[in-house]
């Protein structure tokens, strides 16, 4: 397999994952364009099946399969929307999944990941944890690792979404995404670059978790330790497949304040009468805390998934 996805692979992605997802629709609203002084346009992955983005990787992941490798199942290491995803892709292809989950993974989530048939394994919430229990999983199994971001066959799904992107809305000014892993952002990027070359993509992340911020200014990764955000997706470090893309074609990484962060979800819930999750809100939080520059511009952001436990909102702590 190759190592370094370009738009063709993105291209191919799409018509094996078109007939299983969702073509999210964009939605625009006046009252945010007037908080940012931009025009502001939002790919709603908080609609998407399983309800986020991921199953776009996931999806094109476990149907990339052969038919001897899929029988014996997938598994992976996920804090939820991944797990989710991969769960539901398999049930579509009829195979088991197993999933590792780190006990203080969201209920919301590992009840998903159940109803969609996964086989789940709790561990500790460290990396040390999830690998070692994904170890033994794949021993017992033979399942196909499939993870959560630095896979091709992930990265190349997930740039679906910025591909339908530049086909909905044209003129597109810059596209900002969120950043953990790197997957979205790395499949946006080439998506994009090739899609509408004068647009310009950015990426968002957390202040408690800036290790993409600080990989992409140091030129090499820099792992993340004990993330501290709300943001529960973005807490994982950059891979070796997503981290070079990034660098090449990521204009620049933004980091914002967890009160920004909840202040743009709140926005959004009641300005777009939308749900979307901690690490959706970090797009926009980027754009109200730097907007600098953007006085006018068409920009894009990507709402990566709306799956939130709504007996533990940010503000109604």
């Known amino acids: 397999m190759k190592t370094a996805p370009v738009f063709e ?54 149907f990339s399969l052969t038919d001897e490798d899929a029988a014996k199942g997938v598994a992976t290491h996920s ?11 398999a049930s579509w292809r009829s195979i ?8 203080n993974a969201p209920e919301v989530k590992v009840k998903a990941v159940a109803g969609y048939g996964a086989r789940i394994t709790f561990c500790k919430p460290t990396l040390e944890a999830r690998e070692q229990g994904l170890k033994e999983v794949i021993e017992a199994t033979g399942a196909t690792f499939i993870h959560p971001y630095n896979d091709y066959r992930v990265v190349c799904g ?20 969120p950043v953990g892993g790197g997957g979205l952002l790395s499949g946006t990027a080439i998506a994009v670059s090739s899609a509408s070359p ?15 911020f600080r990989s992409f200014h140091a030129g090499r990764i820099i792992p993340v330790h004990d993330p501290n955000t709300i943001a529960d997706g973005l807490r994982t470090s950059l891979g070796d497949l997503t981290f070079p893309i990034i660098s090449r074609l990521v204009k ?35 754009v109200l805390e ?11 952001i990507i709402l ?12 109604c702590k």
Not at 79 to 89: D, F, P, T, Y
Not at 290 to 300: Q, V
Not at 304 to 314: A, C
């Open 252 to 286: 620049e990484i933004f980091t914002v304040s967890e009160r920004g962060i909840i202040d743009a979800m709140r926005t959004i819930w009641e300005r777009m009468k939308i749900i979307v999750e901690p690490s959706s809100a970090v797009p926009l939080a980027a």
């Open 158 to 177: 997930q740039g679906t979404a910025g591909l339908e992107f530049c086909e909905e809305i044209s003129g597109l000014d810059a596209v900002v995404a």
């Open 304 to 315: 990566s998934g709306g799956n939130v436990d709504l007996e533990k909102l940010p503000w």
């Open 198 to 212: 004068s647009t310009l993509v950015f990426g968002a992340e957390p202040k408690g978790a800036d290790d993409a």
């Open 96 to 103: 088991q999944s197993h999933v590792v989950m780190p006990e």
């Open 79 to 89: 804090s939820g929307n991944h797990a989710a995803a991969l769960a539901l892709a």
């Open 290 to 300: 730097h907007r600098s520059g953007i006085s006018g511009k068409r920009i894009g």
């Open 9 to 62: 692979d993105i291209l191919k992605a799409r018509e094996r994952v078109s007939s299983r997802i969702y073509k999210t629709p964009v939605l625009t609203c006046r009252a945010v364009d007037d908080l940012c002084g931009a025009n502001l346009f939002f790919k709603c992955e908080n609609f998407q099946k399983a309800g986020a983005f991921k199953i776009r990787g996931a999806c094109n992941a476990v």
